[in-house]
């Protein structure tokens, strides 16, 4: 990025975005018209994208078998799986961490929180990525990294026009549901997806803009892929003596569902805690992966499956309950292999080919036991696609018009809607999370109706809490302990044994209870405290969930600890300090969604103003600086607003360092972009 030729492709490429907006505001076009335009250009850019990407898939996928004919079967896509594996760990972890894993969260993500603001090369790097981990074998589909690519594109047109929050939304929303059309010859699907799932509401602004780049994207991949439907369905009649073996099924995709929620974010759980360099995880999960397709004689585990539910479909579904179920799990676990390890790939392909399994299971049961009425076990797997996957994405709408576009068979929609709904209630009930909001649920962001609602999200319990508490000796005797209640005015105070490893935790209550008695002198700490099973906080949590905590009991205090050692007390959070952090949560939300406030003075008050954020990286020359000695270089009219480190918001001063990936927003007049952009062009991303 630092090289020579960078600079200038970059200054063409900001430069032109500005130029066009000028233009913009000069001609005043409608905004119906204006968002039109640009809406079809991210479909049509985002169906083209589709082309390529399928084309990479092709010739890498040509290349392993070449290898394969070279070096033998096994050790050939041994070397392909684990080389792809090596690679996209390493270009992942360099250069766009978002595009490891499904790539679905992390638009929802960059929607909630950063106004849509996805970085541009999250769209190269995911296709090359997500290329090299499916073309070799691994366990993923192709709909999560093109649904990524279609929204980097939609959110870089939007930054380039300098359009507001909201409109970068939509064109993030836009370019999700290209992805899902192009993908899958598949437009209405495609528009429902981004509005169901990406957006999560329904709204008519939003609505013309994503079926006019759904339906644009449909037109270049029917002209460049296929027209024809993604599987060759027969005619399946439907009686209504089936509807309770499709309750049934739907009862079972739920769990499925679930199941496959909980072992994917198992594995990525498990490899996350690994001391490896990521390089080494994607390699060893793409291994791993092998090892698991290599127990079945087909090896139908590896890549998307798609090809193998069409062929299974189109034969009526005439398989072995036993090989169904070897093919459930396989599957499972490759793609909890392939995609926990770091590598890219969506999850939409493997949830169909499971939801394909389980309805051919429940089809072949049907058939044997009543086989005049439930006659074709090849119905009950397309009806078991839409299920899980529904199930496990927890978007009923979506699921059941993709199947449908998919085999493009209108008789099964009763029992479609009948089992895919069923599905999503009981998943829902037994597990809260989907498959795409629980990776966000993990890092304390909370979604409702696509928006991070909750205001204390982003601040942590280390921002909060009191560090250097009062620790109690568990040997204390209880007069002390009196003293120090009546000195400090505290409720209570963390236990802790001769090592400090907390112990349990003592209150006023507990003193008062035992103070009348006449023994209660010879008494200590540890005959009255609360010992065993403590509420505790870890230094990394968001405030939100600590209110949770403190409610379920009515307790007032908390020790917080690490997660490294959970025994050693390193603060303690009360109710008081999260009531004073409350304030600045709402401080950080004003800073985090500048759309509202922000927004309305970037065209209204001020016009000539706009805000970009620049990502330091490990060689630009501002990194491990403070922003003293860097302002001299800065232009004049020029204002630092936030740092974002880590997913914490922190409020710059002249004597803050600057860290490698580090997103600072700056406020600057537009006239010196480019002068901002040189400080830190020499290896820093920016967006505007």
């Known amino acids: 990025m630092a090289n020579g030729r960078y600079k200038p492709t970059t200054d063409l490429i900001w430069r032109v975005g500005h130029k066009l907006r000028q233009y913009i505001d000069q001609v005043q076009p409608p905004d119906a018209l204006v968002m039109v335009l640009i809406a079809l250009f991210v479909g049509a850019g985002t169906g083209l994208g589709a082309v390529v990407f399928v084309w990479l898939l092709r010739q890498i996928k040509l290349f392993t078998e070449q290898l394969q004919i070279w070096t033998g079967d096994v050790v050939g896509l041994a070397l ?34 950063r106004g849509g603001r996805i970085r541009p090369r999250v769209a190269s790097i995911k296709v090359l990525a997500s290329s090299l981990t499916i073309g070799t074998g691994g366990s993923a589909g192709r709909e999560g990294p093109i649904v990524q690519v279609g929204s980097a594109l939609g959110s870089t047109v939007g930054q380039l026009l300098h359009l ?29 997806f981004a509005l169901e799932v ?48 499709y309750v049934i099924l739907g009862v079972l995709a739920a769990l499925v569902a679930v199941l496959f929620i909980r072992m994917l974010y198992f594995f990525e759980e498990r490899f996350d805690e690994w001391q490896l360099h990521p390089a080494f995880k994607a390699g060893l999960g793409m291994l791993l992966t092998l090892g698991v397709a290599l127990l079945l004689p087909q090896r139908q585990a590896l890549g998307p499956g798609l090809e193998f539910i069409g062929e299974a479909i189109a034969e009526d579904f005439s398989l072995s309950l036993g090989l169904m179920g070897a093919l459930l799990i396989t599957k499972m676990l490759a793609t909890g292999f392939t995609l926990g390890s770091g590598n890219s790939g969506g999850v939409f392909a493997p949830g169909l080919f499971m939801g394909a399994v389980v309805g051919g299971m429940v089809g072949s049961v049907a058939h044997s036991v009543w086989p005049e009425v439930a006659i074709n076990p ?38 479609l809607m009948l089992a895919t709904v069923l599905s999503t209630l009981l998943a829902e009930y037994l597990f809260p999370e989907s498959i795409y909001t629980l990776k966000l649920r993990l890092k304390g962001i909370s979604l409702q109706r696509g928006r991070d609602l909750d205001v204390m999200q982003n601040l942590q319990v280390k921002e ?25 005015h505290h409720h209570s105070f963390p236990v802790v044994d001769e090592d400090l490893n ?31 099973r403590l509420l505790t906080a870890f230094e990394d949590e968001p405030l939100s969930e600590i209110v949770q905590r403190l409610a379920v009991r009515g307790i007032n205090k908390l020790p917080v600890v690490t997660r490294a050692n959970p025994h050693r007390v390193v603060g303690a959070i009360r109710r008081s300090d999260i009531v004073k952090a409350y304030n600045v949560a709402i401080a950080r939300r004003r800073k985090g969604e500048p759309e509202q406030d922000i927004e309305k003075l970037r065209f209204q008050s001020t016009p000539q103003m706009c805000f970009m954020d620049i990502e330091i990286t490990p060689e630009s020359p501002a990194a491990k600086k403070t922003l003293a000695s860097v302002a001299p270089q800065l232009p004049y009219e020029c204002v630092v607003v936030s740092v974002r480190r880590q997913g914490s918001l922190l409020v710059p001063h002249g004597n803050t360092v600057l860290q490698p990936n580090d997103v600072l927003s700056v406020f600057v007049r537009r006239s010196d972009e480019a002068q901002l952009r040189d400080c830190f062009l020499a290896a820093s991303s920016i967006q505007a």
């Open 80 to 113: 392909a799986m684990g080389s792809a594996g090596l690679l996209v760990g390493y270009v992942v972890n360099r250069w766009a961490k978002e595009a490891k894993g499904h790539g679905v969260p992390e638009v929802m993500e960059a929607l909630a929180l």
């Open 164 to 192: 507001s929050a909201d409109r970068i939304r939509t064109l993030v929303a836009c370019g999700a549901a290209a992805g899902i059309s192009a993908t899958f010859n598949a437009p209405i699907a495609g528009a429902i």
């Open 198 to 245: 990406i957006l999560g509401k329904f709204t008519v602004s939003y609505f013309g803009a994503v079926v006019i780049s759904s339906v644009a994207a449909s037109v270049i991949g029917r002209i460049y892929l296929s027209d024809r439907p993604a599987f060759s369905v027969p005619a399946y009649p439907f009686h209504f003596q089936e509807l309770p073996f």
């Open 378 to 415: 090849g119905a009950y797997a397309i009806v078991g696609m839409a299920a899980v996957f529904s199930g496990a994405a927890r978007a009923p709408i979506t699921a059941v018009l993709i199947v449908f576009e998919m085999s493009n068979d209108y008789k099964l929609i009763l029992p």
């Open 464 to 488: 909060a809490m009191t560090v250097d508490p009062y620790l109690v000796q568990a040997n204390m005797p209880l007069p002390q302990l009196g003293d120090l209640l009546q000195r400090t």
């Open 502 to 532: 907390l112990v349990g935790m003592v209150s006023l209550r507990d003193y008062e209870r035992v103070a009348n008695r006449e023994n209660h002198e010879d008494m200590h700490v540890q005959d009255i405290a609360t010992v065993g």
